[in-house]
């Protein structure tokens, strides 16, 4: 079983006083460390306008992560395709394969925060459009070793060659957050590797692995473990008292992401992470919270199904949190 | 005197027999070894669907070179507005900032290359207006502590709080290149920094900077030579032949960026690089060629005139010619 973080790091305005470096400078001194101690990957989350300092430029830090590892791969999740120009996004991206000696995981999404619908002037309805016209443009500015024209509803390209070219040929693995069945099985049909999210029961992340793995053999191809990331919060806990504590604190964090995430009237995409209540159930049965041995009957749960690839969302975002599993819960899935 | 570096890194595509990774690479290893070597500053040049692997993601290559130095400044020379989301640019360059300790120098201009207007489909009759609007979102995106709205012509943003703050404050010197007496004014009247041409003669920058230093003092600021950058190419040459081989390449890359820039029937912005017929004149008036005491001489008629600040663009792209240049001209100019 491997094991990445999943994350980001923050910032914060407000003046002089404030050191709104710290968050980023402690995320990377984390993430170095990480990968000394055997962390896969790192994925890095993307959003705007929360005023609360959340990764806004994540290609940005990956380029510096980039510089400062040199095994972890090195993940998006995810560039939200309708606010980015599909031609820079190739370039910058290719950019950071290259810069990173061919390590980028690509995640994507549609969006689903309203907020940042509404900040980029984007219209929910347009998400899916703007998704695929965009996912169009980036493979083939990835892998076309000609000059080529793009005229779509959105976007219109003429006579480009974009550069540099990835390293990862045909280009770098691109990943998907999908929950639903149509979902699931589109994201197998387009080669999108998956990610689950960190909200789903096990057992629905079970269901959802099922789904993805047979429309990949259903076709034909191999299926492979690794093309599927699970996100979990983790926090290993060393008492009952601590362990309630956590669970509470996440149950918070929960209702925090879900107010963030709530849908316009009048519709438009949801998030497939969103459809749970934010209740103490989905903690208890979502996140990897409590001592190591309750931590590593889960992951073997989810090892059993199929599941050989867990991105932690560290709650407590220390480095002795990182030792600890590695210490007391990655030797019994090696 | 100060010295920095001009230019960029280059990729190629061609499959899998060639390594497209290794003009980056070098030129990393290049622009580390110049920090060590006293160099004040690298800026990027940023160029779209040349087909010949010029830096397209200028931002991105700055961050992995904030990783990899802690002292030189890091300039974009230029990012062109009009291609560019403004707020997403905000975010990238903020981060870059934050990420280098506060070192970004962000150039910015509106775009000249008949090639890139067409491959963006954007209309040269809409730069400047372009231009200015994405220059005002920036500025606010960089100094509002408080969500804002901008509707314009072009973009319209809702509400929005652009993260992170960039670590300069109220935001990171911003860099024009101006040639015109009324681009000059217009960059003093709006405190931007200013970046001169490598092919314009010794005279004409000159004028150029006089015209720019009296627009600051004439509205009663104090001028600060570091403000403005000289670009020059530079080729030590060691005997009369090489010095002669040395103008004729200078030539034939001359004429080469002017083919690019050849402006399309029907007007629109032209650059400022390119008002100068690419002869043999326009190198031996405008560029560093030469053994080192003709340099030192040109270096110091130029002092004289109150240039301060050469951005070298080094035609060998070794480090021995960084090292030839630091020991034998820099030595001089003290």
């Given at each position: 079983?491997?094991?990445?973080?999943f994350?980001?790091?923050?910032?914060?305005?407000?003046g002089?006083?404030?050191?709104?470096?710290?968050?980023?400078?402690?995320f990377?001194?984390?993430?170095?460390?990480?990968?000394?101690?055997?962390?896969?990957?790192?994925f890095l989350?993307?959003h705007?306008?929360?005023?609360?300092?959340q990764?806004?430029?994540s290609?940005n830090l990956?380029?510096?992560?980039?510089?400062?590892?040199t095994?972890?791969?090195?993940g998006?999740?995810?560039?939200?395709?309708?606010w980015?120009n599909?031609?820079?996004?190739?370039?910058?991206?290719?950019?950071?394969d290259?810069?990173?000696?061919?390590?980028?995981?690509?995640?994507v999404?549609?969006?689903?925060?309203?907020?940042e619908?509404n900040?980029?002037?984007?219209?929910?309805?347009?998400?899916q459009?703007?998704?695929e016209?965009?996912?169009?443009?980036?493979?083939?500015?990835?892998t076309s070793?000609?000059?080529?024209?793009?005229?779509?509803?959105?976007?219109?390209?003429?006579d480009?060659?974009v550069?540099?070219?990835?390293?990862?040929?045909?280009?770098?693995?691109?990943?998907l957050?999908?929950?639903s069945?149509?979902?699931?099985?589109?994201?197998?049909?387009?080669d999108?590797n998956?990610?689950?999210?960190?909200?789903?029961s096990?057992?629905?992340?079970?269901?959802?692995?099922?789904?993805?793995?047979?429309?990949?053999?259903?076709?034909g191809?191999?299926?492979?473990p690794?093309?599927v990331a699970?996100a979990?919060?983790?926090?290993?806990?060393?008492s009952?008292?601590?362990?309630?504590?956590?669970?509470q604190?996440?149950?918070?964090?929960l209702s925090?992401?879900?107010?963030?995430?709530?849908?316009?009237?009048?519709g438009?995409?949801q998030?497939?992470?969103?459809q749970?209540?934010?209740?103490?159930l989905?903690?208890?049965?979502?996140?990897?919270?409590?001592?190591?041995?309750?931590?590593?009957?889960?992951?073997q749960?989810m090892r059993?199904?199929?599941?050989?690839?867990?991105?932690?969302?560290?709650?407590?975002g220390s480095?002795e949190s990182l030792?600890?599993f590695?210490d007391?819960?990655?030797?019994?899935l090696a």
């Open positions: 079983m491997k094991f990445g973080l994350g980001g790091a923050s910032s914060r305005r407000g002089v006083a404030r050191d709104s470096t710290q968050g980023y400078r402690d990377i001194g984390y993430v170095e460390e990480a990968e000394e101690l055997g962390y896969h990957s790192v989350v993307e705007h306008f929360t005023g609360f300092g990764v806004s430029a290609l990956l380029t510096y992560l980039a510089a400062r590892t095994r972890m791969r090195l998006t999740a995810v560039v939200v395709l309708p980015h599909p031609v820079l996004l190739a370039e910058q991206a290719a950019t950071v290259l810069l990173s000696g061919g390590r980028l995981e690509f995640g999404g549609k969006g689903y925060r309203p907020n619908f900040g980029f002037n984007v219209q929910p309805a347009d998400a459009e703007l998704f016209e965009s996912l169009e443009v980036i493979r083939r500015a990835w070793e000609e000059r080529f024209t793009h005229i779509g509803k959105h976007w219109t390209f003429q480009i060659v550069e540099p070219p990835p390293i990862q040929r045909p280009h770098p693995p691109m990943w957050a999908a929950g069945a149509g979902g699931l099985k589109w994201a197998a049909d387009n999108f998956l990610l689950l999210d960190q909200i789903a096990f057992d629905l992340i079970q269901e959802r692995l099922d789904i993805y793995r047979d429309a990949i053999e259903g076709s191809r191999t299926f492979d690794m093309n699970v979990r919060a983790l926090h290993i806990t060393h009952e008292e601590e362990r309630e504590q956590a669970h604190q996440r149950a918070r964090l925090g992401i879900s107010r963030l995430s709530k849908v316009r009237e009048g438009g995409p998030s497939t992470m969103l749970y209540n934010d209740t103490r989905a903690t208890e049965e979502g996140a990897l919270i409590g001592p190591p041995e309750e931590i590593i009957e889960r992951l749960r059993a199904g199929g599941v050989e690839y867990v991105l932690l969302i560290d709650i407590t480095r030792r600890l590695r007391e819960v990655m030797p019994a």
